[in-house]
């Protein structure tokens, strides 16, 4: 029996990109190790799609042996969290004990621009940051995969809202370009460099989505899509800010989100890439296009219906 690939995060719903992962690499006919922090639905569907289900958490030595102990290739992936850093630490520990011999990080963009001397306000981005010099001290077969800002973490958690009640797009992030790109084609792309990985060892990929530009321009996406008007707004970061914390989402990820927009506001996300094209031969995912596959969430109820 083939020795199965590693995804971890395998039920995240942010992005969902583990998950894709997995069903992508099970429709090859790869033997799938999927890891999950709880026994749930989600996991129960992972079974059903025939990956091996292994419930356990990425800080726990035990779990990690357990998940890795028999994989030659996986990847690794964790949700914004300030536990990131060790988590990273203790999955590249084990995964070294056990000769993987490739590792593919799921890392962010940002941290392009980040160096010894240089950072960023987001307490997600220096753990990241960290977190790729670890694996490079390790002496692991690392990849490192460095996405933009994705559709379904900002685009689809949180525009929808005024979208729907107000036909606007109301972020923090002034007249700032952006390149989101979309879990589906992060997926593809890591999905392909699990399939054959040796080629790339110690490199380094950039995902973006097919075009850069400012949110008053993907306001006309989002119109094209819906049949509707859809303009822009800019609001100020830290009512924003406030508002997410209100709402109880946890502090280090709002501080990182507020980071994300004040980034955005400084031009900082405007570059793009062709690295998933050239890695899954498909052009990536249009905002308009992805609008349009989601427009149930953008649009009343009464329309809807």
Not at 140 to 156: D, K, Q, S
Request: charge should be neutral.
């Amino acid at each position: 029996m083939p020795n199965p690939i590693l995804v971890t995060g395998a039920a995240g719903r942010v992005g969902a990109v583990g998950r894709t992962v997995t069903e992508l690499l099970l429709k090859q006919g790869k033997a799938v190790r999927a890891m999950v922090r709880t026994e749930d639905e989600r996991a129960q569907a992972l079974r059903g799609m025939g990956a091996e289900v292994v419930v356990g958490n990425l800080l726990d030595l035990d779990s990690m042996h357990k998940a890795i102990a028999g994989c030659e290739r996986m990847y690794f992936s964790m949700s914004v969290s300030d536990a990131y850093l060790a988590a990273t630490v203790n999955a590249a520990a084990v995964a070294k004990h056990h000769g993987v011999k490739a590792f593919i990080n799921m890392s962010q963009m940002t941290v392009s621009q980040m160096s010894i001397t240089e950072t960023t306000p987001s307490p997600q981005h220096k753990l990241h940051w960290l977190a790729e010099q670890v694996l490079n001290w390790s002496g692991l077969p690392v990849v490192h995969v460095r996405p933009t800002v994705f559709l379904e973490g900002f685009f689809l958690t949180l525009t929808p809202d005024s979208v729907r009640e107000s036909d606007q797009i109301r972020l923090p992030f002034g007249e700032g370009k952006t390149s989101p790109v979309a879990a589906e084609d992060v997926a593809r792309a890591i999905a392909a460099l699990l399939t054959n990985p040796q080629p790339h060892i110690g490199k380094i990929f950039h995902l973006t989505g097919p075009q850069s530009e400012n949110m008053h321009f993907f306001a006309q996406e989002y119109s094209k899509a819906l049949g509707r008007t859809i303009t822009y707004r800019d609001i100020p970061v830290e009512p924003w800010r406030d508002d997410l914390l209100n709402r109880r989402w946890p502090v280090h990820v709002v501080n990182h989100l507020a980071a994300l927009a004040d980034l955005h506001r400084a031009g900082r996300f405007d570059r793009t890439s062709d690295d998933v094209c050239t890695l899954t031969g498909q052009e990536p995912l249009t905002v308009q296009e992805f609008v349009r596959k989601n427009a149930a969430t953008f649009t009343p109820s009464s329309k809807a219906a």
